[in-house]
């Protein structure tokens, strides 16, 4: 037995040193800081995005896949899974470093929880742009491409007080305030422009937030989620508004928006003056018959494209364009940043506004 | 009979639970080879296997967990929610009460054992269902996740995150591979090698038929072989990775499970209480302490793995956790437990694990998007499940079972095992 | 009666299942309006033939054709033969615990009106259905609320409403007591007369014996004879020797007990019910088990043997009240299985599958069960020792199995009983309390399994055997303690035991004192 014992351990050593030997070992050239002069013109570009909960992200996914094909690039365009999303994202984005993306363009689920991938996107030589989410605590971050966002929030308060305004000449108002998934970088962004429009309001007596639930922590819908917008307007009206009237409310997005009016519109309330963002179909649709207010026209095309020009800048082995080179601190970097600007619609300005647009153009004819 | 009845019976050790684990082996090396080829090599690369393994390390650690609640005739669906729970604390008391990692990776650990003994508490000794307990578990710890964080996203520090993102590190001379990992195959062979040489030594003493030695060589050279290979694939990765830290975890665990299940008294008390508890208790088996104890057990385990996630993600979200039971349950059931209990290794839950895993990461090297691969994920433990009740219900012994069935016409024409059972019991009458 | 026309022809079954011939070439006739016993051994194919007939294989799986009522038969499954008016009664009873004995007659069979159950002529068919099986109960009635013997009799009631024509009862009598037994019995004979055909498989020889018309027996699979109780003048003798094959010359092993001094007394003791507390099933129960003595309980159904025995054995049963158990001398106190064990008592129960074994366990991990210690060395489990163990008792008990790998699910009954025997004889036990040791078991395994309990007793120990059939407690037990309704009412020595004095006993309070 010893001897068995011996010898085998012996053959297990050597046949060990002998694949040791033709195996080759690691490839030293994989290394990551090597100067950045461009890639092939066919090489393959990783997008990952969340989970599809909004149409936009299915647009872009749409976009991405068609725009990277005709600049001529490979593209592999991923969604989270509804629940997993985190974990799921982290995989995705892994897989795409493993299979040799050049650059990877992420909308991120949760803008933290992601920097170990983007690490070792950046260690094998690829460039990470963020997409319309800026990812947080990460030095290896290369670009950011987003809409103004803050702008968006004075957007939609600035369109909250003109449209009481037009209904009710006088105040003081009472409204109700949400704001998006506290795990979303761009929430407490769209919130704070909003309220920095509408806090001077506020704080004159204009404008009165009947539940006084005005912290960012109590508006918050946990993950875009339409139900529970719906729950929490539910129960602001039986809680708050039994006899008064409810005259606007400050939505995020167009999601939230939809179900803020069904909220209200089941429990027999008058609809009031409701914002929005994301220009989905079904807004334009229920703006263009007065019930929410506004949207923002945040042109997935433009941002598509322009995140597509980015990419083919890098190719070249150019600087993609920036315009924001101090605003955008991620906690270990300020990331150079592409920002462009939003647009507010109301069904004022709708059919100029989606004039370009093939599938929300027809929507405004009416 | 014929060597390749030989070579069922004696490849992975003989005993009829384990011809299931050897089909689960052929799927796992099936499913392997299979994406090998249609990912052009890109499934077994170095940097691939890395992720792999980091990408599941927390859900296998589940799985262990998982197993012996499972084993013991239970179900605990908090285990997501309580890994966030505990992800979410041990981030907080990094980051506001300046706890040193290494202290903090003990007070996760504390947390989940407290959460364990609270749910251990109400199944063992209330005997309120596991099903109802970790019910409540997983929206009580869950809540508690969101009230804590407020939702927010909670990063950790550097030294932290080495047990979900760290390797080891790189010593000695320049081999062109990652010398601490060459040497942790190294010691997996020797071990492999000795373990195979005290089975035999066993089987000896035992007077029982250790099988032939071919086999046994035959078995040790696949073996050494697997793990040669892996070593080099995992030490040849990018300079500075390695075999990943949470994979060390993960394997230290593993051993220790396994042996925990199979080699004490403790562990068979686990299956006989699964099998059958009122003749467990009935045999002196102290069933209330048993079932505290798988289901402490599994909220200590699943802390680690929020931890080993939250390290990872280098910062504890409120999305952490969400789905992982699914997960943990399935790698367990694909791995041959059965839900009524007393069913089930350790080993096994692993290879249903790592079968889902590389679906998944395969799959997702092939660009198919995370709604395909969910359906495919779904049709596959459904179908794994189903071959394994409908081949016990034809009264073979499951996958390999059928495997083997063109084998079979030969044999049966000799009288088999079960003839002894049929003899009439009668050959003492006469005295 | 053999001019009764044939209702039934099975002719040359043969069934295999993979390397196994369960049956080979199996013949049996059946007449219209007669009782019908098939005997056999554990083993011998009974079951087996009576699934191949009632469609459990289906047509096709086997070999052989089944004639009924002149035309041949291709049963797709129990449905199908259920239609044909084939009802089968298996052991276990398929009843449900939670519903009415209505609700359970008609389970499956429902009457309906425009879709809807119709309850109204449920109710009235199941009390027409209860007469004719002489239960006087309220069809409203749970069946968990009802006895044993009673299911047995709604089990029947409900083959009725299916229109039987062929009623087949694997072990009817096997759970009853003697007196529902009879019942049962009485109600089969009120059967034959109104001309419903019934086919028995029984063990007790003594009941067949007095009922059956005609008597097959099968052995390994195969047709051994076919008997005509009344012009053959069979008796039980001529069926086992049928059986086994060759004569039995007894049916205990002789023995010449050696009884020492008392080593184990319980006194006074008081044990309530688990659930409803006001029932008390132990009512001050004292008594005393002497080194190398058989002491034998003997009581009808739910007299509280069972419940006594497990109370002793570490309150494994009900809620204890008060008494003292003891032991060498000295007073000792079991709390818990686990203390029991550790003082030498083992209790091996009456139902070896439900509570006795873990039925997915090979036989060397059941044989360590109740002392993994003894193989324990530093904390780590001896695999070398457990196997050791495990094939020292296979010998000993000459327990039938290729190896201690075997399932024990897998074993006949008689062979499972051995292993739960080898795993309390494996914790060194000086008092084993044996709690119905051969029910469902064959005639041979009963006397190796007679002999093994005298051996254990030469060695010293004290063993108490709790039987419902008198004459195995009269043929085995030095001394027999009578229970009724949670009380020892006497105390009679072997040579005063007969079954009159013992069912005197138990069935009435009196106190009886034979010394």
Not at chain 2, 240 to 246: E, I, L, M, R
Not at chain 3, 134 to 162: C, M, S
Request: a neutral charge.
């Amino acid at each position: 037995m010893r001897t068995f014992f011996a010898k085998t351990v012996a053959i297990g050593a050597i046949s060990m040193l002998a694949l040791t030997a033709c195996g080759g070992g690691r490839d030293e050239e994989s290394g990551s800081d090597a100067p950045a002069k461009g890639f092939a013109a066919n090489s393959l570009i990783g997008v990952a995005l969340p989970a599809k909960t909004s149409e936009n992200w299915v647009l872009a996914g749409d976009l991405f896949t068609n725009g990277l094909k005709e600049a001529g690039f490979q593209s592999d365009v991923q969604y989270a899974g509804a629940s997993t999303t985190v974990a799921d994202q982290q995989a995705q984005i892994t897989a795409m470093v493993t299979k040799g993306a050049k650059v990877i363009v992420i909308g991120a689920t949760d803008a933290a929880q992601l920097s170990t991938q983007v690490a070792a996107a950046h260690a094998a030589g690829a460039k990470v742009i963020a997409y319309d989410r800026l990812i947080t605590n990460t030095p290896d971050l290369d670009y950011y491409v987003a809409f103004d966002n803050f702008k968006v929030g004075q957007l939609q308060g600035q369109a909250l007080l003109d449209g009481m305004k037009a209904k009710k000449p006088a105040g003081p108002y009472n409204i109700e305030l949400f704001s998006g998934s506290p795990d979303d970088n761009n929430a407490g962004v769209f919130f704070n422009g909003a309220m920095d429009v509408l806090k001077p309001e506020i704080d004159k007596g204009n404008v009165v937030v009947a539940s006084k639930q005005t912290d960012v922590k109590q508006t918050a819908i946990q993950g875009w989620k339409a139900e529970g917008a719906q729950a929490r307007m539910d129960q602001l009206l039986t809680s708050t508004y039994g006899s008064k009237e409810l005259d606007g409310v400050l939505s995020p997005n167009d999601t939230l928006a939809r179900a803020i009016i069904t909220s209200i519109k089941s429990a027999g309330k008058k609809v009031p003056v409701v914002t929005g963002q994301d220009s989905e179909v079904e807004s334009i649709k229920s703006i263009m018959a007065g019930e929410q207010y506004m949207t923002i026209n945040k042109d997935t095309r433009t941002l598509v494209k322009e995140t597509i020009n980015m990419v083919k800048a890098l190719q070249a082995g150019n600087a993609p364009q920036v315009n924001d080179q101090k605003s955008y601190n991620n906690g270990s970097k300020v990331v150079d940043t592409f920002l462009l600007p939003p647009v507010a619609v109301t069904k004022a300005n709708a059919a100029e506004a989606y004039a370009n647009d093939p599938k929300l153009a027809p929507l405004t004819k009416s | 009979m014929s060597r390749f009845k030989d070579l069922q019976k004696n490849l992975f050790g003989g005993t009829t639970s384990n011809a299931r684990q050897f089909g689960m082996i052929f799927t796992l090396v099936a499913i392997v080879l299979l994406f090998q080829f249609l990912t052009d090599g890109l499934t077994l690369r170095s940097d691939n296997l890395i992720a792999l393994f980091q990408q599941n390390s927390y859900i296998l650690i589940l799985a262990i967990g998982m197993l012996m609640v499972i084993v013991a005739g239970h179900i605990d669906l908090s285990v997501g929610s309580v890994a966030a729970f505990a992800g979410i604390l041990v981030a907080k008391s990094m980051a506001e009460w300046d706890l040193p990692w290494p202290v903090a990776i003990l007070f996760g650990l504390l947390i989940g054992a407290a959460i364990g003994a609270w749910q251990g508490f109400w199944v063992a000794y209330i005997g309120v269902p596991a099903f109802i307990v970790t019910l409540a578990g997983m929206l009580l710890f869950r809540g508690g996740n969101q009230f804590i964080g407020n939702a927010n996203t909670i990063p950790v520090p550097e030294g932290f995150r080495v047990i979900g993102s760290g390797f080891l590190p790189e010593v000695g001379p320049n081999t062109g591979y990652n010398n601490l990992t060459l040497l942790l195959g190294l010691a997996a062979c020797v071990a492999v090698i000795w373990r195979e040489l005290q089975s035999r030594r066993t089987r000896h003493e035992m007077d029982a038929d250790a099988g032939p030695l071919w086999v046994s060589i035959l078995r040790l050279a696949v073996m050494v072989g697997v793990i040669a290979f892996a070593a080099l694939r995992f030490a040849s990765g990018r300079v500075g990775t390695s075999f990943p830290v949470s994979g060390i975890i993960l394997v230290a665990l593993v051993l220790l499970y396994s042996f925990y299940t199979r080699n004490t008294a403790g562990g068979r008390h686990i299956y006989a209480v699964g099998g059958n508890s009122r003749a467990a208790e009935l045999s002196g088996v102290k069933l209330r302490r048993v079932n505290f104890f798988v289901m402490m057990n599994m909220s200590v385990l699943a802390a680690l793995a929020g931890m080993i996630f939250v390290a990872r993600s280098a910062a504890s979200g409120p999305q952490d956790g969400n789905g992982w039971e699914l997960d943990a349950i399935a790698a367990v059931f694909i791995g041959g437990a059965a839900v009524s209990g007393g069913i089930g290794t350790i080993s096994g839950s692993i290879v249903g694990g790592l079968v889902m895993a590389v679906l998944n990461n395969g799959l997702q090297l092939q660009g198919v998007g995370t709604d395909r691969v969910q359906i495919i994920k779904g049709l596959v433990l459904l179908l794994a499940v189903a071959l394994d009740v409908y081949n016990k219900s034809q009264g073979r012994f499951s996958i390999i079972g059928s495997l083997m069935r063109p084998f079979r016409r030969e044999a049966s024409a000799a009288p088999a095992t079960s003839e002894a059972e049929r003899e009439p019991a009668t050959t003492t009458v006469s005295g | 009666m053999s001019d009764a026309p044939i209702l039934l022809e099975m002719r040359s079954i043969t069934k295999e299942f993979p390397g196994v011939k369960a049956l080979s070439d199996v013949n049996l006739v059946v007449r219209a309006g007669e009782i019908h016993a098939i005997c056999g051994e554990n083993g011998a194919g009974k079951s087996t033939l009576m699934k191949v007939l009632s469609g459990v294989y289906p047509y096709g799986t086997y070999d052989g054709d089944i004639v009924y009522q002149g035309a041949q038969t291709r049963f797709s499954d129990i449905r199908a033969s259920e239609r044909a008016g084939i009802v089968i009664i298996h052991q276990e009873l398929a009843l449900i615990p939670e519903l009415s004995i209505t609700e359970n007659i008609f389970l499956g069979n429902e009457p309906r009106r425009r879709g809807a159950i119709d309850w109204k002529s449920a109710q009235r068919q199941a009390r027409e259905l209860l007469a004719r099986v002489g239960l006087r109960e309220n069809p409203d009635t749970l069946i968990k609320d009802i006895g044993v013997g009673k299911q047995q009799l709604v089990e029947i009631a409900k083959a009725f409403a299916k229109d039987v024509k062929l009623l087949i009862l694997d072990e009817p009598t096997a759970a009853l007591n003697e007196a529902d037994s009879r019942h049962l019995l009485d109600l089969l004979r009120g059967f034959r007369e109104r001309g419903i055909t019934s086919i028995m498989i029984s063990h007790k020889l003594n009941e067949i014996e007095s009922i059956a018309d005609q008597i097959t027996i099968l052995r390994d699979g195969r047709t051994v004879e076919t008997l005509d109780v009344k012009a053959d003048g069979v008796d039980e003798d001529r069926i086992v020797r049928g059986m086994v094959g060759r004569e039995l010359s007894s049916r205990f092993p002789d023995h010449t007990p050696k009884i020492g001094e008392v080593f184990f007394e319980v006194r006074d003791w008081n044990v309530r019910h688990p659930i409803s507390a006001e029932r008390q099933v132990c009512k001050n129960s004292s008594f005393v088990v002497r080194r190398g003595e058989i002491v034998g309980f003997a009581g009808l159904m739910g007299a509280g043997r069972t419940e006594l025995a497990m109370s002793v054995f570490g309150r494994s049963y009900g809620v204890w009240e008060s008494g003292t158990i003891i032991k060498d001398g000295k007073e000792i106190v079991l709390k818990s299985v686990a203390d029991a064990i550790a003082h030498g008592l083992a209790y091996v129960s009456e139902d070896r599958k439900a509570i006795g074994l873990n039925l997915l366990d090979d036989i060397k991990t059941s044989t360590v069960a109740a002392k993994l210690s003894k193989i324990t060395k530093r904390g780590v489990l001896d695999e070398v020792a457990e196997y050791q163990a495990a094939e020292a008792y296979r010998k000993e008990l000459r327990t039938k199995a290729p190896t201690v790998d075997e399932g024990v699910s897998k074993l006949s009954g008689g062979n499972q009983q051995k292993v739960v025997l080898a795993k309390w004889m494996f914790t060194d036990p000086d008092l084993l309390i044996l709690d119905e040791p051969t029910r469902g078991i064959d005639v041979g395994a009963k006397y190796e399994i007679y002999g093994i309990i005298q051996r254990l007793a030469d060695q010293g120990k004290g063993v108490i055997v709790i039987s419902s059939e008198l004459p195995e407690l009269i043929g085995l037990c030095d001394r027999i303690y009578t229970v009724f309704e949670g009380q020892i009412t006497g105390d009679i020595p072997r040579q005063d035991a007969d079954p009159e004095t013992l069912m005197k006993q138990m069935t009435s309070t009196k106190k009886m004192q034979t010394r």
